[in-house]
């Protein structure tokens, strides 16, 4: 058998109950798919200014600008970008999805988006995330805390 005649999941052996299973090693219960899909309007409404300063914290670094490399590229990250942000608040954390983000593991390891790069920019990610939930739960203390706990399992 070819690698080709298999999906990622099934190279993995991800199998649906793994899955599961490591939803349950983040705490990613029902109730914090229900949480996510619930912040699914804010971060839409604000997702021009997410994906505006997620590029501005990455570029100005040479070595990722370079990866990136042109004005065309980085116009359909953008794109792929907000696509990718609005499906983490779906609630629908299954084979799909798990494929869907071995997927943009494996494109990144192909073109040489090094681990250091990826995970800064997973960590930038999660706090411009998480600033837009504190500015719009400043109020309410218990709400913006479930929205963090969850937005960081996803
Ligand atoms: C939070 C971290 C990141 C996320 C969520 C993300 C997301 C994505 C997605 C969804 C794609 C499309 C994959 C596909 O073709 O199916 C992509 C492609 C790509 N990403 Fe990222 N990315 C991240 C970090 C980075 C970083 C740090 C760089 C550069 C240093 C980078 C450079 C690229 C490039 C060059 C492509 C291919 C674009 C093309 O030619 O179509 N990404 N990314």
Redesign the pocket.
Known sequence: MKNTDHTLIEQLKISKREIERRKEYFGLTQTESQTLISLKELISDHIEEIVEE?YTK?TPFDE?DR???DAE?LR??KN??R??ILSLFDGQYDEDYVHSRL??GV??KR?G?EPK??V???YN?SSILRNIMISQNKNNWTSCKSSLAAQLRK
Do not use: P
Request: overall charge positive.
């Open positions: 997620f990455i990722m990866v990136i490399g590229t359909r990250l792929y970008q696509t990718y997927r943009v494109v990144h073109i988006v790069f990826y800064s920019a997973v990610l």
